[in-house]
């Protein structure tokens, strides 16, 4: 029982040195990590989370050091460390599993060799031992065909395959301690679940203490024991996983939940409270606790002393002056908001007229001639068909979204739409006009009401000019304000999103994600467009982030009467968002239909296993629903008859790979296409 | 880099504040500092060649041919008894003024070829690029004489074959950057707002490439120099009364057993002006690249 644990964390203090002076960006952290316990780590980007992680193996670069506080790993000292046993503990005790699995494998060596290195540099492993530890490695991650893995390079298998290479490779030498840094962030929810379900198991297999560190928090629900909040650099709330999901205290944990969509409520039941403001600049801290400028319930006495990490119940850290206070009455809802089915259907808008007909959209990309005959037009050239026969339509007023994995041409289908691709087959029309060509032929007025918002806050905005010369060209083209009129047009823009108007001069440089995805939000609606196509939006930025865009946009759509189509892979943000669902599966539509009606019984088989994936933050569910294996297909040669066929869980036989799937109507202009009938359509997903 | 208070200020006292921070960027950088003074020590030379001098740089002395340093000539004369220092300061003039115009002339004929070639890309790309590879197919040597031989050669027909033979590799240098940069979302927003192709290219892409662009620029004006000296050895420069540092080791060189100092001093000023921008270059890159 009092068995010591693996990893103890004092007080620990990492700084920085920097051209102008020290900084220090992780303060007075600690913790516990015991053998087979999983310690979730998580806070919004810029917390010191990863500073964290590699200050525990002291890889901080040449800048960085521990300046404070002790690290024990198995009771011993790790500070002051020279960097060769360093060496031998990185990789043998203690292992990590990094964010990005295409970089953290060396793409011109193979898996084989990358794996056994880790054995023979270590242990002193002969290398065919070697070789049948790593198989047995590969099979105890689910690899399908391990040898065969050993042959291969790391671009030859799937993001999945490679995070599952690298959770065997940290697991080689039995280590006693796994580091986990953002491992499934970069994977698609299906893969991400499976892996997860992965980390899970191995957890209780190996019985190894782990450090997981995520900023979502549905992900950490669903692998962790215990949970520690990191805010700018320090701890402030640190307890077991039922005790953090259903009674936070501090009230930056609360914001964090609060400020998540649930995938489980209906529309309409939750508004999302994003935490205002941004984690500070470490070169300017606020004085007293350092969450008292974005609190809700801060009062003066919190910007004085700052509040220690006080033990309030068992277990229980909570660094805040009020602490107390919550514990015996806590002003906001506890836990989340629990998902009250409600029957009502969703208003059925459809007798309104459509702003946009999608109309058997085909969109096909060519891929160059390999061979001379090709190139000569003897052999049939192939293609990438990205998008392959959808028609949709979204009614004034209304949002759509549009879910599906990674590569299953929502992105194309929104870049078809707006005229950035050549569509191959198929008419769009927007407001009544045929605008099947792309923009450059479009008419000025279609493209001043059909405007996007783009994925990536970095390339949203030219990096060469201010805030306020790119949204000025866009009012300058879209409307006719006299000249001397457009810089307060742009102001009025700026405070429209919420930007005050001396963000008119920064550069893109001197924002974050955020703010930059509110000035493309800002250019987008200078022409008060119809149509805002909205590419992922807010998959890039920080949940409380998040939280604050969607609300914004959302805002936009109501008072603007502006109609929008959002594409997510995030099926909670979706839900969240629109009223209406589409569904898309390799280039096609799977199941389209008003909002809840979607996220409920009948599904289609696809629906229900990506509803089944979304992590949510509450870890008394058990989540053990269906899972999809493997990944999406080629869009190049994909599969014939329904599409899902190879993956479907609940593939009847030979029509599937022969026939393509008929619709299914089911009112109210919710269809399914799948060759199962209602009945037993019904029958999947929850029961 | 930039702090919060910067952000917040008038837009005068952030301009000078973004130079004053490049210019303690800079500051940090040896090689950028010798570099620098380097060049600022023969753009002084040429503004004040005349103030600096004591003679022609075309004033023959046929009394003083071929000397070694004295008061009166501190380098020296050579064999048509002309102050050596007189004509390197002046030539200095010549080629500060060329090398940097025949780079910028082959920057404006590599962007009207790169722009397009990397933002349409297809069949535009292939065309402009072959034509490229012709002309890369020649050694950049064998070009210069072949195009000055043709036109004669002068100041402007040497800039002239310059800037075509250094088309090629900005054009695809730019066309390069442009592949990259034309992905970036803002490029879409641009089309999305009714951007022609023409202001996407020189607007929103090329103030982009800026980086990059600056300092092969500066390692083009220190090639530019030296094949400015080179084409001057081969008589395919200036005309001859002209101080030119080419042509005064051409010159001199069949005297240099008599006397070194013409052909020393001038092979060291294209020497160390090329050796500058290098220096000034790499530092300019390795400093911009540390704070990407």
């Given amino acids: 029982m009092s068995e010591r644990p693996i990893l103890e964390v004092n007080h620990l203090a990492v700084s920085y040195k920097t051209r102008k002076r020290e900084i220090t960006a992780v303060r007075d952290v600690t913790f516990s990590v015991s053998r087979g316990e999983n310690l979730g780590l998580v806070g919004e980007s810029g917390c010191g989370k990863s500073t964290v992680a590699f200050a525990l193996v002291n890889y901080l670069g040449r800048n960085g050091f521990i300046s404070d506080g002790s690290i024990r790993f198995k009771g011993e000292e790790m500070r002051n460390r020279t960097q060769r046993e ?46 049948e530890a790593c198989l047995k490695k590969l099979s105890d991650v689910y690899m399908p065909t391990p040898e065969s893995v050993l042959g291969r390079y790391a671009h030859q298998l799937s993001g999945g395959q490679q995070q599952r290479v690298l959770i065997a490779m940290a697991l080689l030498n039995n280590p006693a ?75 930056y944990t609360v914001g964090l939940m609060q400020s998540l969509p649930n995938v489980d409520a209906p529309r309409g039941t939750r508004t999302l409270h994003p935490i205002p403001g941004r984690v500070p600049n470490r070169f300017n801290m606020p004085k007293g606790c350092i969450f008292a400028p974005r609190c809700d319930y801060a009062m003066d006495s919190c910007g004085q002393g700052a509040p220690l990490l006080v033990e309030l119940s068992p277990g229980h850290f909570i660094r805040c002056i009020r ?190 994600g955020g703010e930059k995805q509110r000035v493309g939000i800002a250019r987008a609606i200078a022409g008060n467009p119809k149509l805002l196509v909205c590419d992922e939006p807010v998959s890039a930025l920080d949940v409380s982030v998040q939280a604050a865009v969607l609300t914004l946009m959302h805002e936009i759509q109501q008072t603007s009467d502006t109609t929008i189509m959002l594409i997510s892979h995030d099926l909670s943000t979706v839900r969240f968002f629109s009223d209406y669902v589409a569904v898309m599966y390799l280039g096609c539509l799977a199941e389209i ?67 393509k799937p008929p619709e299914v109507d089911l009112g109210n202009g919710h269809k399914i296409f799948c060759h199962l009938d209602i009945e037993a359509l019904g029958r999947i997903g929850r029961v | ?128 690029m072959r034509l490229l590879d012709a002309i890369m197919a020649f050694p950049i040597i064998l070009l210069y004489m072949i195009i000055i031989s043709a036109i004669g050669a002068s100041a402007t027909n040497v800039v002239l074959a310059m800037a075509v033979g250094g088309a090629p590799g900005i054009a695809r240098l730019i066309r390069a950057l442009t592949m990259d940069i034309r992905t970036h979302e803002y490029i879409a927003a641009a089309r999305l707002r009714g951007d022609s192709a023409l202001r996407i290219m020189f607007l929103e892409i090329l103030p982009n490439c800026r980086g990059p662009l600056i300092v092969d620029f500066l390692l083009r004006v220190g090639y530019a120099a030296f094949y400015i000296g080179t084409l001057g050895f081969l008589g395919l420069g200036l005309r001859p009364p002209t101080p030119d540092w080419g042509g005064m080791v051409q010159e001199g060189h069949n005297y240099m057993t008599v006397n070194v100092w013409p052909v020393l001093a001038a092979t060291m000023a294209i020497v160390s002006l090329v050796v500058a921008l290098n220096l000034f270059a790499d530092g300019l890159h390795e400093e911009t690249m540390r704070y990407q």
């Fill in chain 1, 86 to 131: 360093l060496r031998m503990l990185r990789g043998g005790d203690i292992s990590m599993v990094y964010q990005e699995p295409m970089s953290a494998l060396n793409p011109t060596m193979l898996i084989g060799k990358q794996m056994t290195e880790a054995l023979v540099a270590h242990q002193g492993m002969p290398l065919n031992q070697a070789r």
């Fill in chain 1, 177 to 251: 301690l796994l580091i986990m840094d953002e491992p499934t962030t970069a994977l698609d929810v299906t893969v991400e679940a499976a892996v997860l379900d992965l980390i899970a198991e191995l957890q209780k297999k190996y019985n190894t203490a782990t450090l997981f560190i995520s900023h979502n928090l549905g992900v950490i629900a669903r692998v962790s024991d215990k949970v520690a909040v990191m805010y700018a650099g320090e701890l402030v709330e640190l307890a077991t996983a039922q005790n953090i999901y259903n009674k936070p205290l501090h009230p």
């Fill in chain 1, 323 to 512: 602490a107390e206070q919550w514990m015996a009455n806590a002003p906001w809802e506890t836990g989340l908001a629990s998902a009250k089915d409600r029957t009502e259907a969703a208003t059925a808008n459809i007798h309104l007229d459509p702003v946009i007909t999608v109309d058997h959209v085909k969109t096909y990309y060519p891929l160059p001639f390999k061979t001379i005959k090709g190139f000569l037009g003897a052999e049939k050239r192939r293609h990438v068909k990205a998008v392959e026969d959808v028609s949709l339509t979204i009614p004034r007023g209304c949002a759509l979204g549009v879910v599906g994995e990674s590569g299953c041409g929502k992105s194309t289908l929104a870049k078809s739409i707006m005229g950035l691709e050549k569509t191959s087959q198929g008419k769009i029309t927007f407001l009544g006009l045929d605008i099947t060509r792309v923009v450059e032929q479009r008419n000025p007025k279609t493209i001043s009401e059909l405007q996007m918002i783009f994925q990536d806050p970095d390339g949203t905005l030219n990096p060469s000019y201010t805030v306020g010369a790119q949204i000025a060209i866009s009012v300058r083209r879209f409307t006719d304000i006299p000249k001397d009129r457009v810089y307060d047009e742009v102001i009025r823009l700026l405070t429209s999103v919420k930007l005050s108007g001396t963000y008119y001069y920064r550069y893109p440089r001197q924002l974050s």
């Fill in chain 1, 593 to 659: 239909g008003p909002v809840e009606a979607i996220y409920r019984p009948p599904f289609h088989p696809y629906t229900a296993a990506l509803l089944a994936a979304v992590p949510r933050p509450d870890p008394s569910l058990s989540q053990n629903w269906t899972r999809l294996s493997g990944n999406v297909p080629s869009p190049i040669n994909p599969p014939s008859g329904c599409r899902f066929n190879t993956r479907c869980p609940h593939k009847i036989g030979q029509i599937c790979e022969t026939q």
């Fill in chain 2, 1 to 128: 880099m930039t702090t919060d208070t910067t952000a917040h200020g008038p837009a005068q006292i952030r301009t000078w504040h973004k130079i004053r921070n490049a210019l303690a960027t800079l500051a940090g950088s040896r090689a950028v500092l010798l570099g620098l003074t380097i060049v600022f020590f023969w753009v002084f030379i040429a503004v004040a060649a005349p103030l600096i001098t004591r003679h022609s740089p075309l004033a023959q002395d046929y009394l003083h041919i071929n000397e070694g340093p004295s008061v009166a000539h501190i380098l020296g004369t050579d064999h048509m008894g002309r102050d050596v220092w007189s004509r390197l300061a002046f030539g200095a003039r010549t080629i500060l003024v060329l090398a940097p115009l025949s780079v910028a002339a082959s920057f404006i004929l590599g962007m009207i070829l790169g722009l397009p070639s990397g933002y349409f890309g297809g069949w535009i790309d292939e065309c402009i």
